[in-house]
Nanobody, 121 residues
């Protein structure tokens, strides 16, 4: 089992940058594929970006491709999301999550508490 704690959210203006961090405790962080997901008010939670356990493979939602960058430092048990050229539509609670193999598929099974990102125009 792994515990996840996000930080780095806050208020930003359109065009600004923020970097989110997710610290992992209690398990071998480097064994988990990880992801960032977000939920805006009144909307369903959506995938933002994912990264393989070793960091060699990344994926992004079309809405953030070219603006956001996911990375991880397994020696520091930390996941990052660098967010550039922020837009008001990026406003959401951002969650980091660890993927686990369950019943024949990968599932985000461990979640942080979330960090609020608010972008004004």
């Amino acid at each position: 089992q792994v515990q996840l704690v996000e930080s780095g959210g806050g208020l930003a203006q359109a065009g600004d940058s923020l970097r989110l961090s997710c610290a992992a405790f209690g398990a071998t962080f480097g064994s988990y594929p990880m992801g960032w997901l977000r939920q805006a008010p009144g909307k369903e939670r959506e995938f933002v970006s994912g990264i393989s356990s070793g960091g060699g493979t990344t994926s992004y939602a079309d809405s953030v491709k070219g603006r956001f960058s996911i990375s991880r430092d397994n020696a520091k048990n930390t996941l990052y999301l660098q967010m550039n050229t922020l837009k008001p539509e990026d406003t959401a609670v951002y969650y980091c999550a660890a993927e686990v193999w369950r019943s024949g598929g990968w599932k985000y099974d461990y979640w942080g508490q979330g960090t609020q990102v608010t972008v004004s125009s």
